[in-house]
């Protein structure tokens, strides 16, 4: 066994010998049916604490000569399949952690031939006699191991883009890492010498500079994970379950990490989800592993409505957004849409696929947004954070004038963009003016089943704030407030919220559209 090529199964086993692991070894029977046919070409990019590392190193310890991994997968899920045996620790296997070479070589002028030289080394211990001494090119080797022993190779390779995105303007280095994967994956030589390869990364790679580099790439991004969506993170019941175990509050763990949707399933990022499992404090973990400066300068570029769309955003709203124009690296962005598009594969934004939106997934991530914009201080939070809190004081205090009057404010001179034809956009510049909420309440719920309909708005405060009551708002459109509030009482709204101990406001909200006023009732519910 070598470290680059049949490596053993150690830093899988580190995996399983965690208080917390969930088995994800069913995703083999994918690979095992794709092994030595054109789906054989494989990129899993999802966000840094995604588990990107460990799905690598579940799938050396299943396919590695270099171990005997029987033992290590007779309890998993993959063991009942039929195809378990049959490949179980059957093939030559490459794997090449990008990051960690791009570290140790120091240079990333080096990192490529660092790759290269390391991995031959090796391929010379296992292939004895058969690699001339004049090839230093790492395809050109395992062509020739190929023809001459008709062996062939899976390739593994983490952390794929790492020299994508950390080099972004340094061609050179590009260049000749791009020329790399392009003879280990492009043309007809690798289809002589690969049963397959998995390239996990962040990015997408259809659009990263040459496109004929890696195009032959089935992708599973988080615009479109497709079949492979479970695998990428905790799933609802994965998360269900180690709630019931660790005595956790499901409704808690869903407002703080829940918020991605791929492929019809409810996605949550392990690392936030172990850590509150472990630790039992709700708070932001994954932006413990990271920096959030990172992100700063792309929500700051001077594009037209950006800074806006982030605003609507933690007031818990999603944006429309067109995905296609992004190049997939670092630095083309042309507009709008390609920084948010970089931020839903960096993780800090969710997409909607069917609808074509982007939002803030989760309060974890909201938490975080929210520092950044009051450390860079924008002018346009900044306004609307004032009359945002004068606007929860007044509802707090059953101000109902009060109330109809900074809201009629809000719409005029801050969201003015969203225009009024209906309930559902006055239910957009509603959740806008209650930005403020946000530091005490969870995003609000729009559509909130109560068993005889849907409240249009509710507000849940979070827990350290107890003192804080529910909102639960309903809206009406050129009727009156009065409407709304017999509405709530007449479909019994509130049993919505019959496991909630907290106390309720119930605020009825209406637009007269020819009078272009607002009205609101509020009252305490008991």
């Not at 032959?216 to 079949?227: A, I, K, S, V, Y």
């Not at 932006?287 to 609507?312: A, N, Q």
Request: some cysteine; aromatic content about 12%; proline content about 3%.
């Amino acid at each position: 066994m070598g470290t680059y090529v049949n490596p053993n199964n150690s830093a899988f086993q580190v995996a399983l010998n965690s208080e917390i692991y969930i088995d994800k070894t069913e995703l083999l029977s994918y690979t095992n049916k794709v092994l030595g046919s054109k789906e054989g070409l494989i990129c899993n990019s999802r966000p840094r604490r995604f588990g990107k590392s460990i799905t690598a190193d579940m799938l050396v310890a299943y396919y590695s000569k270099g171990c005997d991994s029987k033992k290590m997968f007779e309890d998993c899920i993959i063991s009942k399949k039929d195809s378990f045996q049959q490949h179980l620790n059957k093939y030559n296997v490459i794997r090449i952690d990008v990051q960690w070479c791009y570290t140790t070589a120091r240079l990333a002028e080096t990192t490529v031939s660092y790759i290269e030289e390391n991995v031959l080394k090796e391929l010379e211990e296992f292939f004895p006699n058969i690699i001339p001494d004049n090839i230093k090119s790492l395809p050109d080797a395992l062509a020739i191991i190929n023809k001459v022993t008709g062996q062939k190779f899976i390739i593994i390779i983490d952390e794929w883009d790492s020299l994508i995105r950390d080099e972004a303007e340094n061609t050179k280095v590009q260049d000749e890492y791009i020329n790399l994967l392009r003879g280990l994956f492009k043309g007809s030589a690798p289809t002589e010498f690969l049963y397959l390869a998995y390239l996990t990364g962040i990015l997408p790679i259809k659009k990263i500079k040459t496109q004929s580099a890696l195009n032959n790439f089935d992708e599973f991004t988080m615009l479109d994970t497709d079949l492979l969506a479970q695998y990428v993170g905790f799933t609802e019941n994965e998360v269900r379950d180690l709630c019931q175990k660790y005595n956790r509050n499901f409704d808690e763990v869903e407002r703080w990490y829940d918020g991605y949707r791929l492929n019809g399933e409810h996605i949550y990022n392990p690392k936030a989800v172990v850590s509150v499992m472990l630790r039992g404090n709700f708070k932001s973990y994954w932006s413990m592993t990271g920096t959030y400066e990172s992100i700063i300068p792309l929500i700051e570029m001077d594009f037209d409505g950006l800074k806006e769309d982030i605003i609507r955003m933690l007031s818990g709203e999603a944006v429309e957004i067109d995905v296609s124009s992004y190049q997939n690296d670092m630095v083309t962005f042309k507009d709008k849409d390609d920084i948010l598009t970089v931020l839903i594969h960096l993780g800090y934004l969710a997409y909607n696929e069917k609808k074509c939106t982007v939002f803030i997934p989760n309060e974890e991530i909201r938490s975080e947004f929210v520092k950044i914009t009051k450390r860079r201080r924008w002018n346009e939070l900044i306004e609307l954070q004032l009359k945002s809190e004068e606007l929860l004081c007044a509802t707090l205090d059953l101000d109902s004038d009060t109330v109809a009057e900074i809201i009629e404010d809000i719409h005029a001179n801050y969201v003015s963009v969203i225009q009024y034809n209906n309930e559902n956009s006055l239910s957009s510049v509603l959740s806008i003016a209650y930005l403020s909420a946000m530091a005490y309440y969870f995003k609000p719920i729009r559509e909130f089943p109560t068993g005889k309909g849907f409240a249009d708005l509710v507000f849940l405060p979070k827990k350290e704030y107890p003192d804080y009551p529910a909102l639960l708002i309903e809206l009406k459109w050129n009727k009156s407030a009065n409407t709304a509030i017999k509405q709530i009482k007449e479909k019994k709204y509130i049993k919505a919220l019959e496991n909630y101990s907290g106390s309720i406001l119930l605020v009825g909200l209406n637009y007269d559209k020819k009078e272009k006023e607002h009205q609101c009732i509020i009252e305490k519910y008991s």
